[in-house]
């Protein structure tokens, strides 16, 4: 659920410290169970711990022992002090002494002054995330510029996601939220992330100039056109990663032939308010609709060149592979 408001929920994380002893790990890699003295680690956090430690679950490599893995955790434990951090019951995330928690607070403070205006917050219950929304409408109407703190942003983070900028377009129109991208960070295809490295003025002032050119590339997008193959290609590579597949059908069955990527954007931010999907896909198909106007070369390049790589009959979908189909040839191996 998205809830509006001009207050933002700050909330504490518990955060507990990880014993300096070897652990012990039972179950094979990638199903393990890992405990210290009593202290069990959530599955959840297994991978985030081994890749702290500078360990990896994965196919063939120069194979560990459940030993090796041991003292790697215990040596790492021993230089960089580990910590389990948890939002109520829910396990965040496991970090080291170098982790430092976001305050949303302060950095709405230091953005408002900066653009001397107030934020419109959105608050996305699912993943405890927050999106703070600057009005910069002078430059376009309906124009925000925004940041997110990525999941349990209001409980400071989860350690494994930096803040995030961006330019959201409000159209009144449609009703909905559309996320941009920045001209001067296509070859990233992502937005501005800040990672407390004193450049926040200077990702401000790069998506100002962006806000600048918006009306620009909208109306351009009218032009710029993905037919019935690119458009499914496109859907499949993020359906792969949790897109709805409804989504695409309907938005293909709507468009035999082809559609404009300023028509894909308006009909995603339309599709996407539907209550039935959770906040964090609903933000994924919004940040899209934002990237099939602004990044429309890039992403062509990218689904024709898969396109010609593919064999005629698995064009339309690239099936899974399980892992319990290769549980049993996974290995721990360096990083």
């Given at each position: 659920m998205v809830t509006q408001?001009?207050?933002?929920?700050?909330?504490?994380?518990?955060?507990?410290?990880?014993?300096?002893?070897?652990?012990?790990?039972?179950?094979?890699?990638?199903?393990?169970?890992?405990?210290?003295?009593?202290?069990?680690?959530?599955?959840?956090?297994?991978?985030?711990?081994?890749?702290?430690?500078?360990?990896?679950?994965?196919?063939?490599?120069?194979?560990?022992?459940?030993?090796?893995?041991?003292?790697?955790?215990?040596?790492?434990?021993?230089?960089?002090?580990?910590?389990?951090?948890?939002?109520?019951?829910?396990?965040?995330?496991?970090?080291?002494?170098?982790?430092?928690?976001?305050?949303?607070?302060?950095?709405?403070?230091?953005?408002?002054?900066?653009?001397?205006?107030?934020?419109?917050?959105?608050?996305?219950?699912?993943?405890?995330?927050?999106?703070?929304?600057?009005?910069?409408?002078?430059?376009?109407?309906?124009?925000?510029?925004?940041?997110?703190?990525?999941?349990?942003?209001?409980?400071?983070?989860?350690?494994?996601?930096?803040?995030?900028?961006?330019?959201?377009?409000?159209?009144k129109t449609c009703s909905n939220w559309t996320m941009f991208l920045g001209r001067d960070l296509m070859s990233r295809r992502g937005r501005i992330i800040h990672r407390n490295n004193g450049s926040e003025n200077k990702n401000l002032d790069a998506l100002i100039k962006t806000a600048d050119e918006l009306a620009m590339e909208i109306e351009d997008s009218k032009s710029k056109i993905f037919d019935r193959c690119d458009l499914e290609n496109y859907f499949n590579a993020y359906i792969k990663k949790g897109m709805p597949e409804k989504i695409k059908e309907t938005i293909v069955n709507e468009n035999p032939n082809w559609i404009s990527a300023y028509d894909l954007s308006y009909r995603l931010t339309q599709l996407c308010q539907d209550p039935k999907l959770s906040d964090v896909t609903r933000a994924r198909i919004e940040y899209l609709a934002g990237e099939v106007i602004l990044c429309y070369d890039r992403i062509m390049q990218n689904v024709q060149a898969n396109t010609a790589n593919m064999p005629m009959n698995a064009r339309l979908r690239v099936p899974r592979v399980s892992r319990l189909q290769t549980a049993g040839q996974l290995y721990y191996v360096t990083k």
């Open positions: 408001t001009y207050e933002i929920p700050i909330k504490e994380a518990t955060k507990i410290a990880i014993p300096k002893i070897k652990p012990e790990i039972i179950g094979c890699p990638g199903y393990e169970s890992i405990n210290f003295e009593g202290l069990v680690v959530p599955q959840s956090l297994n991978r985030t711990l081994f890749d702290r430690c500078g360990v990896e679950v994965k196919q063939g490599g120069s194979i560990l022992t459940t030993d090796e893995v041991k003292e790697e955790i215990l040596t790492t434990n021993k230089n960089k002090n580990l910590y389990m951090r948890f939002a109520n019951d829910r396990p965040i995330a496991l970090v080291t002494d170098k982790f430092r928690e976001i305050n949303p607070t302060t950095m709405a403070g230091n953005i408002s002054g900066k653009l001397k205006s107030q934020p419109l917050v959105r608050y996305f219950q699912d993943n405890e995330s927050v999106q703070m929304n600057f009005p910069i409408e002078s430059r376009f109407p309906g124009l925000y510029i925004a940041v997110n703190t990525g999941p349990y942003g209001v409980f400071g983070g989860s350690g494994q996601n930096a803040i995030q900028y961006g330019i959201t377009w409000f159209n």
